[in-house]
Nanobody
Framework: QVRLVESGGGSVHPGGSLRLSCAAS????????MGWYRQVPGKQRELVAT???????NYADSVKGRFTISRDNAKNTVDLQMNALKPEDTAVYYC?????????WGQGTQVTVSS
């Protein structure tokens, strides 16, 4: 079982920045993907950004150029730097890890962008 602890959510004005962090612990051997998803009430959880152990990244079109994912394989952490935030980025953000045999989710952290 992989345990994920997220931090860094909060409230910002449009155009502001936040940085989310996620630390993995427990049965972390075999983690091959770490990333971030988000969900708003009444909608499906959607991919924001992911990064493989080899460094390959995948971003949602809506965040390209504004968000940057980074990962420390030695520390088993993944961060999401979010710049130029928009009201439509408001959501609960979840950290996720994949191993060849399972996926794990964090508890979620709220990000609110409003004026």
């Amino acid at each position: 079982q992989v345990r994920l602890v997220e931090s860094g959510g909060g409230s910002v004005h449009p155009g502001g920045s936040l940085r989310l962090s996620c630390a993995a612990s427990g049965s972390i051997g075999g983690i091959n993907l770490m990333g971030w998803y988000r969900q708003v009430p009444g909608k499906q959880r959607e991919l924001v950004a992911t990064m493989t152990t080899g460094g390959n990244t995948n971003y949602a079109d809506s965040v390209k150029g504004r968000f940057t994912i980074s990962r420390d394989n030695a520390k088993n952490t993944v961060d999401l730097q979010m710049n130029a935030l928009k009201p439509e980025d408001t959501a609960v953000y979840y950290c996720k890890t994949n191993t060849p045999w399972s996926s794990s989710w964090g508890q979620g952290t709220q990000v609110t962008v409003s004026s």
